[in-house]
């Protein structure tokens, strides 16, 4: 055979510094800048939010989103085999974070498809929820544009808005309880299907296919996002909304729950704690400057959150004008805003049809870039594991296309009338929350105490040339585990039960079976240690010793003797020699 035949493929990198620039943004910058930041800044004190906010950017977003990316820089290896060469005593951190990243695949299309959904209606004469004239309407619906303005029509308790009939009784037609099944939604999962077919050939080639795909997906969604913001603000009732937005309510500092909240959001909006910076940053070269890339785009992320918000509470603000009622009874965060309130606002302006498509096309990028870049970080942190069999041609295609199939399948479930319910339990309790705390928490502990922060702290200036502020030093050793702790320890003394629409209350064995999904990657750290311990070969202080050592391959000297190889050979074209 062949001696090429026989080969494995080369890892690969990024074509340029902007594709991987783009392919952060399009990963982090996703719908939480969109439908989650704007409300909970209106929700928690207005512009007083903002300190809170800013002190978990300072203490725990910049921080860990910069050692994120120096670990996968420096180890050029995916989300799991960088753990095994840092830190083999926590690898169970990386395993934690595939777990909560493939939660993410299973549940984050839904919210595309349904995205999707709206789209194609978006291109009707008449906008179906901007009427009471269809199908699925009821006896109780009202289109509320046409209402006494004198008359808040949240007190109408017999009443349903158009809207919210759509969302409910043709998008969903959900049912009383998750007990209750149903039929699948054929239409919605038919939009499913197109939304794994984009995802598949968006990843497929790797960085080659993803460094294009970004050029378009991260980028296009800032200009729907300007094109919405000049709207919002021309419509009448702008301004109200803008002031309820960033009205600043001091007392709320003062309530635990504000900061629970806001660090909450950074965890989720930064994308940290699941290896997705790992793996997207090992894709550099070894002598990229990740630190001054980090800072601009930790910066571009907040900035996106902020002016959003400005986006969406200007058109609520014209929504309130338009019903007469205070804009709290308008304000909605997640798939209310998304596809009951924000579609309601703009059935109301001029050229309803128009705003409508600009609105889900930016929500359906938004969250495509960041739904394929968390497969991406999947597929590479498994065949990392595996380079000499995964690496081979035609294998990594195969196994993305298994990875697909199994999330879709996995999903079915969700699109059935009880999916609404099914869809937010693995949100609240696998996707989010606790689950990234206490693997933020993990890996701030032993990178910054096992590995060591001067060691982390040489690597950048080794890798970039620049000397970090030595105030990053202080928060890998004690600012962001103690603000993260502190934040997790408020999250359990204000633990509230989930419920769906303030109403329904799940059963018992639904929130058994959240916590167990909660759970399942945080106990993967403890497990994982405990079994490396267990297993490993001489006595107990031996064993510790061994696994909280990096790997002999991880020496500044190696790292940078192998970088400067690497790019020789690529330099003589013999890329072949430098794979797996």
Known sequence: MDRLDKRVEERGHWGSKVEFLLAVVGNVVGL???????????????????VPYLVFVVTCAVPLFLLETTVGQYTQEGGITSWRKLCPLVEGIGYGGQLILLYNSVTYPLILAWALFYLVFSFSSELPWASCNNDWNTDHCVYFSTQNKTVAWTNQTNTTSAATEFWQRRVLSISGGIEEIGSIRWDVMLCLIVVWIICYFCVWKGVRSTGKVVYFTATFPYVTLVILLIRGLTLPGALQGVVYYLLPDPSRLTDPQVWMEAGAQILFSYSLGVGSLTVLGSYNPYNNNCYKDCLWLCLLNSGTSIVAGFAVFSVLGFMAHEQGVPIAEVAESGPGL??????????MMPLPQLWSICFFVMLILLGLDTQFVAMEVVMTSIIDMFPTVMRRPGRRELFLLLFCLTCFFSQLIMVTEAGMYVFQL??????????????????????GWIFGAERL????????????????KICWLYLTPLVLLGCLVCSFVKYQPLT???WYVYPAWAYVLGWVLALSSILLV????????????????????????????????????????????RGEGLHWLTSG
């Open 457 to 472: 702290y040489a690597i950048i200036k080794d890798m970039t040339g620049v000397h970090a502020n030595p105030f990053f």
């Open 338 to 347: 998304a596809f009951i309130a924000y579609p309601q606002a703009v059935a």
């Open 426 to 447: 693995f949100d609240y309790f696998a996707c989010n929350g606790v689950s990234v705390l206490f693997l933020c928490v993990f890996e701030s502990l032993a990178l």
């Open 526 to 569: 403890p497990g994982w240690t405990l079994y490396k311990l267990a297993t490993g070969t001489g006595n107990f202080r031996q064993r510790l010793h061994h696994l909280c050592q990096p790997a002999a391959d991880c020496s500044l000297t190696q790292k940078r003797e192998g970088a400067e190889l690497r790019e020789h050979l």
């Open 500 to 502: 769906f629409n303030r």
């Open 32 to 50: 939480g800048n969109v439908w989650r930041f704007p409300y909970l800044c209106y929700k928690n004190g207005g512009g007083a939010f903002l």
